[in-house]
Nanobody, 122 residues
Framework: QVRLVESGGGLVQAGDSLRLSCAAS????????MGWFRQAPGKEREFVAT????????LYEDSVKDRFTISRNNDKNTLYLQMNSLKPEDTAVYYC???????????????WGQGTQVTVSS
């Protein structure tokens, strides 16, 4: 069983940056993609970004693609999300998850981490 633990969330002001991390432990499997999703209060969980095993392929949600960067370090079993120029509408709980290949469809992801809160004040 793979266990995912997110960290790096916090309270920041609009325009600030944050870097989220997702550490994977336990039974790992080869060639898996990883993704970030987020859920704002009162809204459904939505796709943010995903990256292939090699890091050579990435996908982003349109509202973040010029501000966020997804990356991974397979030697450390860690996924990252660098978030720049944060906006109040980025406020949400951010989750990482694993899939067999990159996809925007959260149904293809399992397991999930417990989430980390990001709050952006205006």
């Amino acid at each position: 069983q793979v266990r995912l633990v997110e960290s790096g969330g916090g309270l920041v002001q609009a325009g600030d940056s944050l870097r989220l991390s997702c550490a994977a432990s336990g039974r790992t499997f080869p060639s898996y993609a990883m993704g970030w999703f987020r859920q704002a209060p009162g809204k459904e969980r939505e796709f943010v970004a995903t990256i292939s095993w090699s890091g050579g392929s990435t996908l982003y949600e349109d509202s973040v693609k010029d501000r966020f960067t997804i990356s991974r370090n397979n030697d450390k079993n860690t996924l990252y999300l660098q978030m720049n120029s944060l906006k109040p509408e980025d406020t949400a709980v951010y989750y990482c998850a694993v899939a067999s290949s990159i996809s925007r469809d959260q149904a293809k992801y399992n397991p999930w981490g417990q989430g980390t809160q990001v709050t952006v004040s205006s």
